[in-house]
């Protein structure tokens, strides 16, 4: 499992620790405790977030999310094959950053889904 405490990627999705979550986006919190899908995938093999207590909210934008916890989070991909390898997205990184006071000293993840151009722009990477 590899350690991830500032940035990391699994496959189509990339994960950023950021302070806080944003004031001017409109969020909503997204169904799931314990355990919820991060990226869901035409061909079943989503990246899910396994933790006692992470929340995933919502943006207006479909490209991002934010993942919130007091725990560690640990990514993974579920297909019986050819599977990335599972992350564990740690509390408080190796910079020793504060946790943001808004989100009540919980960690704050950006969760970016990866595009790709086609003719009528860009959009969500296919399987």
């Known amino acids: 499992m590899k350690t ?3 940035i990391g ?4 999705v990339m994960f ?3 302070d806080d979550l944003p004031d001017n986006v409109p969020l909503r919190l997204l169904p799931g405790a314990g355990r919820v899908v991060v990226a869901h995938s035409e ?4 990246h899910v977030a396994v933790a006692e207590d992470v929340q995933l909210y919502g943006t207006d934008d479909p490209m991002v999310t934010y993942l919130v916890t007091d725990n560690d989070v640990d990514v993974v991909h579920e297909r019986p094959f050819d599977t990335h390898e599972p992350l564990r997205l740690v509390v408080g990184g190796k910079k ?10 919980k960690s704050v993840w950006q969760v970016r889904r990866q595009r790709e151009s086609s003719p009528e722009g860009s959009r969500r990477v296919a399987d």
């Open 96 to 105: 020793g950053r504060t946790p943001a006071k808004k989100s009540k000293k």
């Open 16 to 18: 950023v620790r950021v």
């Open 4 to 6: 991830i405490d500032e």
């Open 43 to 46: 061909t079943g093999h989503h």
């Open 9 to 12: 990627a699994q496959g189509d």
